[in-house]
């Protein structure tokens, strides 16, 4: 098993929910869904050099907002990286 300190986890939605995406995180540093892939994969090999488990968790936006809210969480980074953390692999 995997040390906690080990594993870091990637948020991947589907393309279609790119424009909901931009609207959730207020003014994105990306501009297409393609672009948000390309920056997660090299997150995640330069997380991988350094001998991390990196695992990609696909959730809608909806589901995203969906489980916020059953968390009494607010729309916040920190608040969706939580949600990312808690999600089972994918």
Same mark, same amino acid.
């Given at each position: 098993?995997?040390? =906690?300190?080990? /594993?870091?986890? /990637?948020?991947?939605? *589907? =393309?279609?929910?790119? =424009? ?7 003014? *994105? ?25 990196? +695992?990609?968790?696909? /959730?809608? #936006?909806?589901?995203? +907002? ?8 607010? !729309?916040?980074?920190? !608040?969706?990286? /939580?949600? #990312?953390?808690?999600?089972?692999? *994918?």
């Amino acid at each position: 098993m995997t040390a =906690p300190h080990m /594993l870091m986890k /990637l948020w991947e939605f *589907p =393309p279609e929910d790119f =424009p909901a995406w931009c609207d959730l995180v207020g003014s *994105p540093e990306v501009h297409t869904h393609a672009d948000y892939l390309t920056l997660i994969a090299a997150v995640q090999a330069d997380q991988e050099r350094q001998g991390r488990t990196v +695992l990609r968790v696909r /959730l809608t #936006v909806q589901e995203m +907002l969906l489980r916020l809210a059953e968390s009494g969480l607010t !729309n916040t980074a920190d !608040n969706r990286a /939580l949600i #990312v953390a808690r999600t089972g692999t *994918p």
